[in-house]
């Protein structure tokens, strides 16, 4: 089992920072791609980046390209989402969420575990 818990969510304005936070518990050894999902209100769940956990190789979906940075931790077991350059299309709820697959995915049902959310707020 694998527990995934997101912190760091909160109100920015355009054009800020925002640093997310996802500590990783449990069977760590089995973990692959520690990814992040966002949804927004009225809109389908979307992968935001896939970061690759023995390297820390991260994939980014193309709106979140250059703006957002993903990066781990090994020592605290947290895996970060930088966010840099944001605008209103970035708010929504933030979720954490780790497979075992070893190609990354944006495929939400591919994941075998997810963290409860947080949730980010751009607006002026």
């Known amino acids: 089992q694998l527990q995934l818990e997101e912190s760091g969510g909160g109100l920015v304005h355009p054009g800020g920072s925002l640093r997310l936070s996802c500590v990783v518990s449990g069977a760590i050894s089995r973990t692959y791609y520690i990814c992040w999902f966002r949804q927004a209100p009225g809109k389908e769940r979307e992968g935001v980046s896939c970061?690759?956990?023995?390297?820390?190789?991260?994939y980014y979906t193309r709106s979140v390209e250059g703006r957002f940075t993903g990066s781990k931790d090994n020592a605290e077991n947290t895996v970060y989402l930088q966010m840099n350059s944001v605008n209103t299309e970035d708010t929504g709820d933030y979720y954490c969420?780790?497979?075992?697959?070893?190609?990354?995915?944006?495929?939400?049902?591919?994941?075998?575990?997810w963290g409860k959310g947080t949730h980010v707020t751009v607006s002026s």
């Open positions: 970061t690759y956990a023995p390297d820390g190789t991260t």
């Open positions: 969420a780790a497979t075992i697959l070893s190609t990354a995915t944006f495929n939400s049902n591919a994941m075998d575990y």
